[in-house]
């Protein structure tokens, strides 16, 4: 079953307002976990790191304060993209990595978000 | 600058035959590199990883390759299906403060026909 749950699957949401996406670790605890974008035909991402209990950290030209990552549980962090526009429009996924299954990485199923 | 590179976009195969995906990479000293099968509108799955001083891992029809000299990865489908038709990303993880993070290649799409 599933180890990473995202939600929502797909949202719709207006020019100029926030959408909050969710990334559930499942099966185990997670102290850290990250966030990718994937554009059509094109490959993932890497936009920031989100780590329990402190701030999230950001890859190099993703917008902190547009972008905002919060990550209050083990087994929980929440991507909001704020004032969203039309170029924000992408799939959003989310990874962890279980050590203790040799460090294998797990991904959600991803978020598709599409902004009119 | 760095660069991961998955050779080619597309690759189309007889069933049955075995399929061959490369992925090259420049200016990285990759802990671990992984292989990932993707399916449209889904997130990626994790098939196979492989460590810096590792040649070679099998999972059933899967084989990796790992060359740090050449810097490159081979990865093969054997006796390939219809149903192994789906992209495929090659991803580097650096290890140390980056650990977990993963920069991967732009995929190929691979397509097994009947």
């Known amino acids: 079953g599933a180890v990473v749950s995202q939600h929502p699957s797909w949202v719709i949401c207006k020019s100029g307002t926030s959408v909050k996406i969710e990334c559930r670790s499942l099966?185990?605890?997670?102290?850290?976990m990250f966030w990718y974008r994937q554009f059509p035909k094109q490959s993932l991402m890497l936009m920031a790191t989100?780590?329990?209990?402190?701030?999230?950290?950001?890859e190099q030209g993703v917008e902190k304060d547009k972008f905002l990552i919060n990550h209050a549980s083990l087994t929980l962090s929440t991507l909001t993209v704020t004032s969203a526009h039309p170029e924000d429009s992408s799939f959003y996924i989310c990874?962890?990595?279980?050590?203790?299954?040799?460090?294998?990485?797990?991904f959600g199923e991803g978020s598709w978000l599409t902004v009119v | 600058s760095q660069k991961i590179e998955q050779n080619s976009e597309a690759l189309n195969i007889q069933e049955g035959k075995t399929a061959t995906l490369t992925c090259n990479y420049t200016?990285?000293?990759?802990?671990?590199l992984q292989w990932y099968r993707q399916d449209p509108g889904r997130g990626p799955v994790f098939l196979l990883l492989?460590?810096?001083?590792?040649k070679e891992k099998r999972k059933e029809r899967l084989k990796v390759t790992f060359d740090t000299t050449l810097k490159q990865s081979l990865f093969h489908i054997t006796a390939s299906q219809p149903a192994d038709s789906a992209t495929y990303l090659c991803?580097?993880?650096?290890?140390?403060?980056?650990?977990?993070?993963?920069?991967f290649g732009q995929g190929t799409i691979l397509t097994v026909h009947p």
């Open positions: 989100s780590n329990e209990g402190s701030k999230a950290t950001y």
């Open positions: 099966d185990f605890q997670a102290t850290t």
């Open positions: 492989i460590r810096e001083n590792e």
């Open positions: 990874s962890v990595q279980y050590r203790g299954r040799g460090n294998t990485i797990y």
């Open positions: 991803a580097l993880m650096t290890g140390g403060t980056s650990y977990g993070k993963l920069t």
């Open positions: 200016n990285y000293s990759p802990a671990y």
